[in-house]
């Protein structure tokens, strides 16, 4: 398919359980991001990789959660002895490529369906 | 119909009314805005931007005006269709090293056959 794809769309876990969200972005895309998001609020920024390595990561709430992307393609998030406060939908997004400071914005993001976690 | 945004509002227009949504963004260094469409159970779609350096942008059937000084946002759409039902975020590029989307709460906007 030609936009990013996240599995599995939704996954339902017990408190304590370890999880592993997959995204594959758009082919070609060099900056790869995750976010967070709750009912009716906007999306809240997780980590974002340019490439292989994490560019930014503050936005990963403590050291349960943790992602890679060891290809500079596919991307896992994985959360460890979940809580029911990590139910949310997470998403994730591609795009060409994510510029420094003082240069040019970043390029469009294009955002997957996101998977739905459910923490019981 | 008009609306204002950071707690998520709901907007309810009927079909072939011009909507407005408006939002209020964080930082005022910022200086690249975006507005997004979310429809239930999807990903976030990109609608219209605009940089700080404009006040005024339009696309098709949507315009996006830019206040800095009371840093305010609206999206207008033209002629709301029911496919335009879906909840609308603007978000911010904040600035600094590593640059990221600040996003907004969020309006609901529900169009009326």
């Known amino acids: 398919g030609a936009g990013v794809s996240q599995t599995p769309s939704n996954k339902v876990t017990e408190k304590g359980k370890y999880v592993e969200l997959r995204c594959d972005p758009i082919s070609g895309h060099t900056a790869l991001y995750w976010y967070r998001q709750s009912l009716g609020q906007g999306p809240e920024f997780l980590i974002y990789f340019q490439g292989t390595g994490a560019a930014d990561d503050s936005g990963l709430p403590n050291d349960r959660f943790f992602a890679v992307r060891p290809e500079g393609s596919v991307s896992t998030l994985k959360i460890q002895r979940t809580e029911r406060g990590d139910s949310a939908v997470y998403l994730c997004?591609?795009?060409?490529?994510?510029?420094?400071?003082?240069?040019?914005?970043?390029?469009?993001?294009?955002f997957g369906p996101g998977t739905r976690l459910t923490v019981l | 119909g008009e609306s204002v945004g950071l707690h998520l509002p709901t907007l309810s227009v009927q079909e072939g009314d011009n909507s407005i949504i408006n939002c209020a963004y964080s930082n005022s260094a910022s200086d690249y805005f975006i507005w997004y469409k979310q429809e239930s159970g999807k990903g976030p779609q990109f609608i219209i931007d605009?940089?700080?350096n404009m006040d005024k942008r339009q696309g098709q059937r949507v315009t996006v005006l830019l206040n800095k000084t009371v840093k305010h946002l609206s999206l207008q759409i033209a002629a709301t269709q029911p496919g335009d039902s879906a909840v609308y975020f603007c978000a911010e590029w904040a600035p600094g090293n590593n640059r990221k989307l600040i996003w907004g709460l969020g309006t609901s906007l529900a169009v009326n056959p």
């Open positions: 997004a591609s795009s060409l490529r994510m510029t420094g400071p003082r240069g040019q914005v970043g390029n469009e993001q294009f």
């Open positions: 605009i940089r700080s």
